[in-house]
Each structure stands twice: as structure tokens, then as C-alpha cells.
């Protein structure tokens, strides 16, 4: 290990191996850190807070504040993160509100100076979030996801794989799979084909996924129909079932 002799570390942190503590950082005492973490001068980690392996935590991050929620009153919440994250400048993650309940960070994500998560926010793997952009509580990223620069997510939004919030946007409903939603409501725009080339999609299925953008966006179907015109087609690829599944589990219908 190595701990500059200014960082404050409280009796009953649980430090892995290799990991590295710069000057005037701070653990908790109910703070677990994964072998290979750095965290950089300045920075903290508090509350109940799991950390995994091979995390970089920038300056002045904060990781596993209290909760913001109003109705948060002294429970033991937590929070817990993956392995290979990488937290820059200034963001804050909170844990979560009720009892028991945890904020959750997946693997190999990216979060950009100054970005948010809420309380009892779920983020799956490879996400990138930009600076300035802030997720409200309880929203649910899937993984590949992108969250450009200076956007917001509404409490309880859901984002699918592979889908897009363009800068500057606000949603206060669901981004399906693969989508790229942009403005002030978000409204979906196009389907996240660079997306998917990048992360080796075929052909074939980018085909499908843009079929999947005409029947929900630019056809004269309700929902309802285009719906049933989804579930004809989904024997054909398997991102029919990634959107239809996302349609039908939806809470706050989607852009």
C-alpha cells in the first residue's frame, strides 16, 4: 500500500492490497477498498461503501454521501461499486435512502468531472456519464450507455443498452435499447448505430434495430399496434426481445 501521511483513514476501513491514498484523501470506517484502488489527494469515500478492485477516484470526488432524499432518516443504506470505474474531478455518488437498499455502479464505467448519481441508482457496465450530467434517484442505466455533457435524468427513468442522451437534454421518461434520445423533453431521434458498430453488432441486426426505430417512431401505429407488429418480427433477432421487454416493463413510457 501506499497512504500519504496526511490522508485521514478511520479505524475500521477495510484497505485491499496495492491500493494507493493520496494527500488529505479520506476513508470511512465502514469504507471497503478493492486491491489496486487509487484514490488521489483530496478525494473521499464515506458511508457503507464496497469498492472494488482497480478504481481511480480523481480529486475531490465523493463516494457514498449521505443520501439527499428527505425521507432519509439515519437508515443503513450503502453503496457499492464495481471494479475498473473511474471517477474524475468533483463527481458525487450517494447511497441509497431505505434500509438495506444500496446504490449500485457496475464495472469499466466513466464518470467525467462533476457528474451525479442519486440515491439507489442502478448503473450497469461500460458507461460512460459526462461532466455536468446528473442522474435523479432511482434511475437504471443498462450497459454501453452514454449520458453527454450537461443532461438530466429523471427519479425512476430507465436508460436501455446501448442508448444515448444527447448533451444538454433532459428525460423524464424511458430511453429504449439502442435509441438516441435529444432536447428539453428528451424525444427519441434515431437509433445509436455507431453504437452498435463499435461494439461489433452485425449487420443484420443493425438492420433490425433500425426497423425497430420505424415501427415505434415513424409509422402511423399507436404504441399498442406497433407493439404487436414488434413481437412478429422478434424470432428474427434477439434485440427485438431487448426492446420489447424494455416497452412492456416501462413505468413512466418511454421517449
Known amino acids: 500500500m501506499n497512504i500519504h501521511p496526511t490522508a485521514i483513514i478511520e479505524n475500521g476501513a477495510n484497505i485491499g492490497e496495492k491500493v494507493s491514498i493520496g494527500a488529505f484523501a479520506f476513508v470511512g470506517k465502514n469504507v471497503a477498498i478493492g486491491s489496486g484502488t487509487v484514490i488521489q489527494h483530496h478525494a473521499s469515500v464515506d458511508g457503507y461503501t464496497i469498492l472494488g478492485e482497480n478504481n481511480v477516484i480523481f480529486p475531490y470526488a465523493f463516494l457514498g454521501g449521505q443520501t439527499q432524499d428527505l425521507k432519509y432518516t439515519g437508515e443503513q443504506t450503502g453503496l457499492e461499486i464495481g471494479h475498473h470505474n473511474i471517477f474524475r474531478e ?35 457496465d461500460h458507461v460512460i456519464v459526462s461532466s455536468l450530467a446528473a442522474l435523479a434517484g432511482h ?17 425512476f427513468c430507465r436508460i436501455g443498452d446501448y442508448a444515448m442522451l444527447a448533451a444538454s437534454s433532459k428525460t423524464v421518461m424511458d430511453i429504449l ?69 424494455a416497452i412492456e416493463s416501462s413505468q413512466r413510457g418511454f421517449c
Not at 93 to 111: D, L, R
Not at 144 to 153: F, R
Request: charge should be positive; include cysteine.
Open 90 to 124: 468533483y463527481v458525487t455518488i450517494h447511497g441509497a435512502t431505505k434500509e438495506g437498499n444500496i446504490t449500485k455502479i457496475g464495472h469499466h464505467n466513466a464518470f467525467l468531472a462533476y457528474a451525479h448519481v442519486a440515491h439507489d441508482c442502478t448503473v450497469g
Open 139 to 155: 434511475v437504471i442505466l443498462g450497459n454501453y450507455v452514454n449520458i453527454a455533457w450537461n443532461s438530466g435524468v429523471h427519479q
Open 177 to 245: 435499447p439502442f435509441m438516441i434520445a435529444e432536447g428539453q423533453p428528451a424525444r427519441t431521434r434515431y437509433f445509436n448505430k455507431i453504437n452498435l458498430q463499435r461494439h461489433q453488432f452485425s449487420a443484420a441486426d443493425v438492420e433490425h434495430v433500425k426497423n425497430i426505430y420505424r415501427i415505434l417512431f415513424h409509422s402511423t401505429k399507436n404504441h399498442s399496434e406497433a407493439l404487436v407488429q414488434l413481437k412478429c418480427c422478434k424470432q428474427t433477432s434477439a434485440v427485438y426481445d431487448t426492446v420489447i421487454q
